[in-house]
């Protein structure tokens, strides 16, 4: 058996919720020791804090999704504030940059997340970060804020930008996208990321790998990491010690 880290998760969705006790049960079965479990607005923080009270092997982070920034976050942004104050075990995130065609509130993305990277600076906090379609000035807005340490889940930056973003602080986590053979920016990024900024992730409970039910779930992570072990040519016992070894918390 080995030791497996799923740096990126959604426990409280309504989608993995219900069938929590058996969901980490299967998780303990497949040997994930750690399951990173990253809120995405006000309505799901408490159920993120629910899941971490009962199981300890469940790390909480908190934060406003990107797709969930509205005109006035800076309310929502300050109920988030006083709960990371209280809850100080906790991370920040997920929070980010979604420059999708389909949102139109960039602006206020931008400033909403550089409030979470601010709010990490001071509080010593790690922070889970979305990015899509905006890998530019996403780079702009991290170099205002170097110190906080950041997951870039589900990363998708090209290989280029690696070197920079270590500088910043950055960690890189990959999830069941890395096994498409048609993902070759992704693949690459696998292949090319620092061995001590290399983490892996199953953002359940969306992207079920092939051949797995959906929702996904922790306990399919194994999949993700025989993918990546692959492109890096070494054993999954490697990835899973070297993953786990990155923990941030």
């Given at each position: 058996?080995?030791?497996?880290?799923?740096?990126?998760c959604?426990?409280q969705?309504d989608a993995?919720?219900?069938d929590?006790?058996?969901?980490i049960?299967r998780?303990?079965a497949?040997?994930?020791?750690r399951?990173?479990?990253?809120g995405?607005?006000s309505?799901?923080?408490k159920?993120?804090?629910?899941?971490a009270?009962?199981?300890?092997?469940?790390?909480?982070m908190i934060?406003?999704h990107?797709?969930?920034?509205s005109?006035?976050?800076?309310?929502e942004f300050?109920?988030?504030?006083?709960?990371?104050?209280?809850?100080?075990?906790?991370?920040?995130?997920?929070?980010g940059?979604d420059?999708?065609?389909?949102?139109e509130?960039?602006?206020?993305?931008?400033d909403?997340?550089?409030?979470?990277?601010?709010?990490?600076?001071i509080?010593?906090?790690?922070v889970?970060?979305?990015?899509?379609?905006?890998?530019g000035?996403?780079?702009e807005?991290?170099?205002g804020f170097?110190?906080?340490?950041?997951?870039?889940?589900?990363?998708?930056?090209?290989?280029?930008l690696i070197?920079e973003l270590?500088r910043l602080?950055c960690?890189?986590?990959?999830c069941?996208?890395v096994?498409?053979?048609n993902?070759?920016?992704?693949r690459?990024?696998?292949?090319?990321?620092?061995?001590?900024?290399?983490?892996?992730?199953?953002?359940?409970?969306?992207?079920?790998?092939?051949?797995?039910?959906?929702?996904?779930?922790p306990a399919?992570l194994?999949?993700?990491v025989?993918?990546?072990?692959?492109?890096?040519d070494?054993?999954?016992e490697?990835?899973a010690?070297?993953?786990?070894?990155?923990i941030?918390?």
């Amino acid at each position: 058996m080995i030791s497996l880290f799923d740096a990126h998760c959604h426990l409280q969705d309504d989608a993995l919720f219900p069938d929590l006790g058996k969901i980490i049960e299967r998780a303990d079965a497949a040997g994930i020791e750690r399951m990173v479990c990253c809120g995405t607005n006000s309505n799901d923080w408490k159920k993120v804090f629910q899941c971490a009270g009962k199981y300890p092997q469940v790390y909480p982070m908190i934060g406003i999704h990107p797709w969930f920034v509205s005109n006035d976050w800076k309310k929502e942004f300050q109920g988030l504030e006083k709960m990371l104050r209280d809850f100080p075990t906790s991370g920040v995130g997920e929070c980010g940059l979604d420059f999708q065609d389909r949102f139109e509130n960039r602006a206020e993305q931008e400033d909403c997340f550089a409030a979470h990277l601010e709010l990490a600076t001071i509080l010593g906090r790690p922070v889970a970060v979305h990015c899509v379609q905006a890998w530019g000035r996403m780079l702009e807005i991290l170099r205002g804020f170097p110190k906080p340490k950041k997951i870039l889940h589900a990363f998708g930056g090209a290989v280029e930008l690696i070197p920079e973003l270590t500088r910043l602080n950055c960690w890189f986590s990959f999830c069941g996208s890395v096994i498409n053979p048609n993902a070759k920016r992704v693949r690459a990024a696998a292949a090319a990321v620092p061995d001590e900024r290399l983490l892996v992730e199953t953002d359940s409970p969306d992207f079920p790998p092939a051949g797995c039910p959906a929702p996904n779930e922790p306990a399919n992570l194994i999949h993700v990491v025989r993918a990546v072990a692959e492109l890096r040519d070494v054993s999954v016992e490697r990835i899973a010690s070297l993953t786990g070894s990155n923990i941030l918390f």
